[in-house]
Nanobody
């Protein structure tokens, strides 16, 4: 079983930056894909960025150019750098780890974009 714990959320002003962290309890090389999702109240959870074990990154069209996903294998941690934040980025952000056919979720970290 893999535990993932997100951190780094908070209040940020429009145009600012924020870096979210997701620490995995397992060796990151055992995880096939790690992804960041976000969900607003009453809406479906959507994928914003994912990175494979080989380092291939994928982004939702809505965040390309502003979000950057990266890993620190030594720390078993995946990061999501959010730049030029917009009010519509306000959501709860969840980290997901796929290990084989199993999927593990964190508890989420809230990002609020407001002046």
């Amino acid at each position: 079983q893999v535990q993932v714990v997100e951190s780094g959320g908070g209040l940020v002003q429009p145009g600012g930056s924020l870096k979210l962290s997701c620490a995995a309890s397992s060796n990151i090389f055992s995880i096939l894909v790690m992804g960041w999702y976000r969900q607003a109240p009453g809406k479906q959870r959507e994928l914003v960025a994912a990175i494979t074990r080989e380092g291939s990154a994928h982004y939702a069209d809505s965040v390309k150019g502003r979000f950057t996903i990266s890993t620190d294998n030594a720390k078993n941690t995946v990061y999501l750098q959010i730049d030029s934040v917009k009010p519509e980025d306000t959501d709860v952000y969840y980290c997901n780890a796929e290990v084989g056919t199993l999927s593990y979720w964190g508890q989420g970290t809230r990002v609020t974009v407001s002046s």
